[in-house]
Structure formats: C-alpha cells, structure tokens
C-alpha cells in the first residue's frame, strides 16, 4: 500500500519522518520559530519536495532552490515593515536560502506582477490555500515540541506524486511554468492539466 493511501494519521507521521530525513528543512524550522513571527509557516516547495525525494528515493534536498517562510502581519503592510523582518532574518538564517513574505501584503503586488487581481488574504492559511497546486497547500511550523501542519487538500497527492491544479488565484502559465521545472527535476511526477473552465479569482 503506498503512502498516499494510508490512514491520516500514518500519513502526518510520514510527512513527519520524510521532512525530517531534511537536515536544512529542520534547522529553517527551528531557526524560523526564533524569529516569533506572526502566523509563520515553511512552506511550498521545501515541504512537498522534500516528500517527492524521499518517495523517489533521492537526496532529501535534491532540486530544492530555497525556504519560503510565510508569516501574517496585517498591522503594518509597508515594504519597510516586510523589509525589516527580511534583514532581521538573514543572520538566524546563517546563508540559507530563506524567502520571507508578509502574506497580509500579496494583494498590493500581485495583479502588476501576475496580471491578476487577489483579493487582501485574512491569514497565512487563506495564502497557502492560493496556492498554483493543491499539492502545494502544505505549511508546517514548530510549537516547541509539537508540529502544526496546514494541507487543505490532505496529502495523499504530494505522497503519490500527484500535481493538481488550484485555479483559485493563480493563473495558468503560472501553473505550467511551474509543473514543466518541476517534471524536468522529477520526472515521475504526474501533472494534471488546468481545466480549460477556470478562471482565476472566480
């Protein structure tokens, strides 16, 4: 049976022990849960990569480009508030690779960057939840000894290799640029087409 079809449970424990095969994963972790930010994830590829390389029986950080650290602060959405935290990070970090973003502030950059509109987030969760892939919906963090893990759409596809499609905000290019790197790094992923119905923020 693989892994994608076991009980819940067995699966966040697996997610558990797959992550943690992830040196620099765990240390972005526990560096991140210093920094005290508000509603703070690791997240999108260091998570669901992570679990594909142990899957393919790969090296756990293999394709891995970098960190993303989500965080929700809606008290201050300035860049020099975001900027702040990113320069305060960068010597807990120690020269990893992490990108920071105050998720409260997507909305004031996205449609110039992405040609889409979307619309403010309410938490960290309602980011994660945008984005490109289910698959990609998985945010864990530390609460001392206890593992908060965020996956809407469950995780039976990141466990099976599965990228589906979440046309929630962002739109299709975005989705292939991302599924065709990601192929070329994995090649046994099985990519789901974006349905031809979807529109963006509908």
Same mark, same amino acid.
């Given at each position: 049976?693989?892994?994608?079809?076991?009980?819940?449970?067995?699966?966040? =424990?697996?997610?558990? =022990?797959?992550?943690?095969?992830?040196?620099?994963?765990?240390? @972005?972790?526990?560096?991140?849960?210093?920094?005290?930010?508000?509603?703070?994830?690791?997240?999108?590829?260091?998570?669901?990569?992570?679990?594909?390389?142990? @899957?393919?029986?790969? $090296?756990?950080?293999?394709?891995?480009?970098?960190?993303?650290?989500?965080?929700?602060?809606?008290?201050?959405?300035?860049?020099?508030? /975001?900027?702040?935290?990113?320069?305060?990070?960068?010597?807990?970090?120690?020269?990893?690779?992490? *990108?920071?973003?105050? &998720? =409260?502030?997507?909305?004031?950059?996205? &449609?110039?960057?992405?040609?889409?509109?979307?619309?403010?987030?309410?938490?960290? &969760?309602?980011?994660?939840?945008?984005?490109?892939?289910?698959?990609?919906? @998985?945010?864990?963090?530390? /609460?001392?000894?206890?593992?908060?893990?965020?996956?809407?759409?469950?995780?039976?596809?990141?466990?099976?290799?599965?990228?589906?499609?979440?046309?929630?905000?962002? $739109?299709?290019?975005?989705? &292939?640029?991302?599924?065709?790197?990601?192929?070329? *790094?994995?090649?046994?992923?099985?990519?789901?087409?974006?349905?031809?119905?979807?529109?963006?923020?509908?």
């Amino acid at each position: 049976m693989r892994i994608g079809q076991l009980p819940l449970d067995e699966q966040l =424990a697996a997610l558990r =022990a797959a992550l943690s095969r992830n040196e620099v994963l765990m240390d @972005v972790l526990d560096r991140a849960a210093r920094l005290d930010l508000p509603g703070w994830y690791v997240t999108a590829g260091a998570v669901f990569q992570t679990v594909w390389n142990t @899957v393919t029986d790969r $090296p756990a950080t293999a394709g891995i480009e970098d960190y993303d650290l989500f965080y929700f602060d809606a008290a201050d959405l300035s860049w020099e508030a /975001e900027d702040q935290v990113i320069h305060r990070a960068v010597p807990v970090f120690d020269g990893v690779p992490v *990108e920071i973003r105050n &998720e =409260a502030r997507v909305h004031l950059w996205y &449609e110039a960057k992405f040609g889409v509109v979307c619309a403010p987030h309410t938490s960290t &969760e309602d980011a994660i939840d945008s984005s490109a892939a289910t698959t990609c919906c @998985v945010g864990i963090r530390l /609460e001392g000894t206890r593992w908060r893990v965020y996956a809407p759409h469950g995780l039976a596809d990141v466990f099976n290799l599965v990228i589906r499609p979440n046309p929630v905000l962002a $739109p299709r290019e975005v989705y &292939e640029a991302k599924t065709r790197r990601w192929q070329q *790094e994995w090649p046994d992923l099985t990519v789901l087409p974006w349905p031809t119905s979807a529109t963006p923020g509908s």
